[in-house]
């Protein structure tokens, strides 16, 4: 069965830091690792998808990367501001049982503040 | 979230009645899910259809029904709801760009 950890679970930044949030899992058997951000009582939003062949991926200020092997991956967020306040999930979509759909789990997600 | 369309956005319940918390998409993916989000354990898999008339089960699917008559809906039914069903819910689509969810349904059942 997977099993996907965050840590930390909760990381408070000075504005401007760069951070990294990291994502562990437990089977390396998987289509796919999806970052999302959601905010207090809001949807989850997406930010990045790696595939399973890919080893990093960016967008903006963003960048997450992939090593299947070791089961882990990273979300590296640069120069942090106050809007990037939110929980971050990590998400894995793993094969199921020889079918093509998948299975997707999720991490506990990491709360970040970043203040002032 | 454009794309998946939940309602209502808040609901409350009294023990033992029964709702259809609603999403639909508009984009003809074959992938839908629910998942409930609760303090402490995450988000978790209830039902999944990968095509109308396909269904199954995820991790916690007792309490709940659907069904999928249409690529666009794909209904969450609860026959008899119990506090332990007091949670968010989210629907949710499979695309080639990964996973998108809808905004949330906020169920209280007293």
């Known amino acids: 069965k997977q099993e996907v950890t965050q840590i930390p679970a909760a990381l408070s930044v000075p504005e401007g830091e760069n951070l990294v949030l990291n994502c562990s899992f437990t089977?390396?058997?998987?289509?796919?690792l999806q970052w999302f951000r959601q905010d207090p009582g809001k949807g989850l939003t997406s930010l990045l998808l790696?595939?399973?062949?890919?080893r990093e991926q960016t967008s903006g200020r963003l960048n997450a990367s992939l090593d299947k092997s070791s089961g882990r991956s990273t979300l590296y967020i640069a120069a942090s501001q106050p809007g990037d306040s939110a929980t971050y999930l990590c998400a894995v979509r793993t094969y199921a049982g020889g079918t093509s759909y998948g299975k997707l789990t999720f991490g506990q997600g990491t709360i970040l503040t970043v203040h002032p | 979230n454009a794309g998946v369309t939940q309602t209502p956005k808040f609901q409350v319940l009294k023990t033992g009645q029964s709702m259809t918390l609603q999403c639909a998409q508009d984009?003809?993916?074959?992938?839908m899910s629910w998942y409930r989000q609760d303090p402490g354990m995450g988000l978790r898999l209830i039902h999944y259809?990968?095509?109308?008339?396909?269904?199954d089960q995820g991790e916690v699917p007792n309490g709940y029904n659907v069904s999928r008559s249409t690529t666009e809906d794909f209904p969450l039914r609860l026959l008899s709801a119990a506090p332990s069903q007091t949670s968010v819910y989210f629907c949710a689509i499979r695309t080639v760009y990964g996973y998108t969810f809808g905004s949330g349904t906020r169920l209280t059942v007293v």
């Open positions: 790696i595939q399973s062949s890919q």
């Open positions: 259809s990968v095509g109308a008339g396909i269904t």
């Open positions: 089977d390396s058997a998987i289509y796919n």
């Open positions: 984009m003809n993916h074959e992938y």
